[in-house]
């Protein structure tokens, strides 16, 4: 219970705005390598260690709830990557039924 209490006092008014930066550049870099690779574990993966040293080098400081977030962040895009390319199939698909 004291980690929570510790980083209440670590996210304050004006590190919320920088907490969100660092997830947008974390989830940018993660999602650039998902394209390249097309895994989504590697993505899911390497989304901790990108946010820990982006972190470490504009915060001097890191949270495992924090990374947790960067993770979470980054499958939630991944899931929607992937529904928006399995719809593009399935209309696709239905397009093709009915033109026979």
């Known amino acids: 219970m004291s980690y929570v209490n510790d980083l209440q006092y670590y996210i304050d008014s004006a590190s919320i705005g920088i907490l969100f930066e660092l997830l947008l550049v974390t989830t940018c870099i993660s999602t650039?390598?998902?394209?390249?690779?097309?895994?989504?574990?590697?993505?899911?993966?390497?989304?901790?260690?990108?946010?820990?040293?982006?972190?470490?080098?504009?915060?001097?400081?890191?949270?495992?709830?924090?990374?947790?977030?960067?993770?979470?962040?980054?499958?939630?895009?991944?899931?929607?990557?992937?529904?928006?390319?399995l719809l593009k199939v399935i209309t696709v698909k239905d397009k093709a039924h009915d033109s026979i």
């Open 32 to 85: 650039i390598i998902y394209l390249v690779t097309k895994n989504q574990y590697i993505s899911y993966l390497s989304s901790a260690p990108i946010f820990y040293f982006l972190s470490l080098n504009f915060y001097h400081n890191s949270h495992f709830i924090l990374l947790v977030v960067a993770m979470t962040v980054q499958a939630s895009v991944i899931l929607l990557i992937q529904k928006k390319n």
